[in-house]
């Protein structure tokens, strides 16, 4: 017993002293802020410098001498890309680097849930931990201004509210493991051609409705620990070091206390980047190192150049700190969090959620005479077509390319799911692109196909005569000039003469259904010609499975356009109006890649359904549409008052009732619509919606509770949000063309 207590005592006195010893900073028990200011006091200038750049393609260095560790970075933003060598890009070779892919964040905006955005966030956050990452960049917020944008697949929709919505439980997901999101690509990168030297012009209203609402939603209300700058420029400064959006908007307005995060290469000038709101330069002379791999860091424009600025008196170290400031606190919540869990990698629960949130997402477009499901006890034989049925998609389209344990194809998902039910047989119908490797990953998938277009076509039409359903599974890949970082589309048709395959596989088989693989809008000049349209989106590691399961009805379809499928280009604001990817004339006079380019956004605030609602055009498949194998009965939708004023909710309900006979989720959506306001504005503009799951003959009331904010549009002659008291009406509606009530309130 004595024994026992002088051992406890002198524990004591030992972890006393010790408590006593530790520095502020290493002290866990310690706010934030306290070690923050502790480490930066103890560092020397030098010290300060180095962790606020690059020391290897994807980590920056820490403090050794302070026990200050690195800080590492991975992309994102559907799964957790393989291992690069120090000082290249080439694979490191690692033999356990294979990640789960997750859906494209196309994807994961079509199923409208929160819910999904969680568990998506949750489920990606634990697979950067077990690969000991830091920081993980993205999701990217940036807005679906057209359907060329060779990035849009990595991204939220063309609403600036479903963005917001979806992109806050992602981050909170992420960020609970101890791991940082890295919002992207802050702001005004809407597409890839001339990324560098783009200066996007546009007016206020426009940046503050449509393109900043997402991302001030990250900073706001997920409280993203850092966010990425764009490579574009805004009011000719690049973004990564642009006054207004980092300072004035992003520090300023918001009171971001995170780190702004280069994009790889996306910084051009020191005395910018000091003063300018940069805090962490990545990627800079990636083409190549053109000073030399052994001291390149060296010589970012936050290295050298910097610390030299410093010594000749130009600058302080005022901006520095701040810099550093940003840094600690990003570290003290990631690497040096002693909280965070362990995570973990291909889990069975990731697996899980990889595929629920597939099968959310997953949008039936069009289901003439109820095709879908396929009744497999009726169902002798089915013909799958098409490249995408059979292509890896995981691989490819720049920096979010993964190496995966696991992808299953649609054909593998459709042949596991039949079983010996029916006989699948396969044709390729055309060849699309059969190469499959990015930065030495590679598919090891054999696509090569000598056959003529022809041969390919005749075989196909041929499989598809005998067949009781044929499944097309095509749409664009993960190729330049498709679904692709740093190139865009060239149109909106679909690539390689599919749509003669589909014209003619309509003509040999009545029970058609075509699955359009793309993180875009594909024009469809046989839309009518076919009787079912599935958008699969690029689904990651369970494509396969999530597929077939909506196809065969084992899951039934809830996922809803996050942005318009327009008919033709020029039924889009950006391409009538004639600016992209940017002013025609300059790009025709543009002689060095350096030349800037302007983009001037001329359809302002009126983009995607505000564009075809405005212009009264019908799109090919509206934002928010999306069919189910059930059907949904909306009942009259009512308000808790007439009128409210300015400090007040006002509060819809409406009743929906599940009239088919499957269990099913709809997606309720509310628009407001501003009856008169003395800037001109959106015809209406989605303010809410709920995803709401019924049993058959099941009936739930759905309420929206919006305060002046979902009234409110800014104002860019006094700068500022303001609310007209006037006539509203809330719309309730199953996507922006398909309204099923409307209530109208005013505001006093
Ligand atoms: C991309 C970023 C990416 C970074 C690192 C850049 O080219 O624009 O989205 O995170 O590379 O790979």
């Avoid at 849009?152 to 992602?170: H, I, Q, S, T």
């Avoid at 973004?239 to 908007?249: G, V």
């Avoid at 809330?730 to 409307?742: Q, Y």
């Amino acid at each position: 017993m004595k024994i026992k207590q002088i051992v406890l005592g002198l524990s004591f006195i030992a972890t006393t002293a010790f408590a006593q010893e530790v520095p502020v900073y290493l002290n866990d028990k310690k706010p934030i802020e306290e070690r923050v200011e502790d480490a930066l006091k103890r560092m020397t200038t030098k010290e300060k410098v180095q962790i606020i750049h690059a020391q290897s393609k994807f980590s920056s260095a820490g403090v050794p001498r302070l026990g200050i560790p690195e800080l590492w970075t991975t992309d994102g933003p559907h799964g957790i890309r393989p291992e690069v060598l120090w000082d290249e890009w080439d694979q490191a070779g690692w033999t356990n680097d294979s990640c789960m892919a997750f859906p494209a964040l196309t994807c994961l905006a079509a199923t409208w849930s929160e819910d999904m955005s969680l568990l998506y966030g949750k489920s990606i956050g634990e697979e950067a931990r077990y690969r000991e990452k830091d920081i993980l960049l993205g999701p990217g917020v940036n807005i679906y201004r057209s359907p060329l944008n060779g990035r849009n697949f990595e991204y939220m929709g063309e609403d600036p509210f479903l963005a917001a919505r979806m992109v806050v439980p992602y981050i909170k997901g992420v960020q609970q493991n101890g791991v940082a999101t890295c919002v992207k690509h802050y702001a005004l990168n809407n597409h890839e051609t001339n990324r560098h030297t783009t200066n996007v012009i546009l007016d206020d209203r426009a940046l503050y409705e449509i393109y900043l609402p997402a991302f001030k939603a990250a900073v706001c209300e997920g409280k993203t620990w850092s966010i990425m700058g764009s490579y574009n420029l805004y009011k000719n400064e690049h973004a990564c070091h642009n006054q207004y959006l980092l300072n004035d908007i992003l520090k300023g307005e918001w009171k971001f206390d995170g780190a702004v995060v280069s994009d790889w290469g996306g910084t051009h000038d020191t005395r910018q980047a000091i003063t300018n709101g940069l805090d962490l330069e990545f990627g800079s002379w990636t083409d190549g190192l053109a000073r030399g791999a052994s001291n390149a860091y060296d010589y970012y424009y936050l290295a050298m150049p910097y610390l030299k600025l410093i010594e000749s008196g130009e600058f302080s170290t005022k901006e520095l700190d701040d810099k550093v400031r940003r840094v600690l606190r990003l570290g003290f919540r990631t690497a040096m969090n002693k909280e965070k869990p362990m995570g973990s990698l291909n889990s069975p629960e990731h697996n899980l959620a990889g595929r629920k949130i597939a099968e959310e997402g997953i949008v039936l477009l069009q289901n003439k005479g109820g095709v879908l499901p396929i009744d497999l006890d009726r169902t002798q034989k089915i013909a799958v077509i098409g490249e995408n049925a059979i292509k890896m998609m995981t691989v490819g389209g720049g920096s979010s390319s993964l190496k995966v344990r696991h992808e299953t194809s649609p054909l593998d998902g459709i042949r596991e799911k039949v079983g010996t039910k029916a006989e699948v047989v396969y044709a390729r119908g055309y060849v699309g692109d059969p190469s499959g490797d990015y930065n030495g990953v590679v598919t090891g998938q054999d696509l090569n196909d000598n056959r003529t277009f022809d041969e390919l076509l005749a075989e196909a039409v041929e499989v598809a005569k005998s067949a009781d359903y044929v499944i097309f599974v095509g749409g664009l890949n993960k190729s330049a000039h498709q679904d692709c970082e740093d190139s865009d589309r060239h149109e909106l048709g679909l690539p390689y003469n599919q749509d003669r395959v589909i014209s003619e596989l309509a003509k040999a088989n009545k029970n058609l259904i075509v699955v359009n693989i793309s993180g875009n809008a594909v024009a469809m000049p046989w839309a009518g010609e076919v009787p079912a349209i599935v958008q699969g989106w690029y689904l990651g590691s369970e494509a396969g499975n999530a597929l077939a399961a909506i196809l065969v009805g084992e899951a039934n379809p809830s996922g809803k356009l996050p942005f318009t499928f327009p008919a033709k280009l020029d039924d889009l604001g950006a391409h009538k109006l004639g600016e992209f990817p940017g002013n025609k004339e300059e790009m025709a006079k543009s002689t060095s890649r350096n030349d800037t380019i302007n983009a001037t956004y001329k359809e302002s605030i009126f983009v995607g359904y505000r564009w075809t609602d405005k212009n009264k055009i019908k799109p090919l498949f509206p934002f928010g549409h999306g069919l189910s194998y059930t059907t949904f009965e909306y009942g009259k939708p009512n308000a808790d008052k007439k009128a409210m004023s300015i400090d007040e909710t006002v509060t819809f309900s409406v009743t929906i009732q599940n009239t088919g006979d499957r269990e099913g989720q709809e997606i309720v959506q509310l628009y407001i619509s501003d009856k008169k306001s003395f800037l001109p504005r959106p015809v209406k503009e989605l303010k809410g919606f709920r995803k709401i799951k019924l049993a058959p003959g099941e009936k739930k009331e759905v309420s929206f509770t919006i305060d002046k904010e979902a009234l409110s549009f800014y104002d860019d002659t006094k700068g500022e949000w303001v609310t007209e008291p006037g006539k509203f009406e809330a719309v309730i509606a199953a996507s922006a063309t398909d309204i099923r009530g409307t209530v109208p309130f005013e505001l006093k």
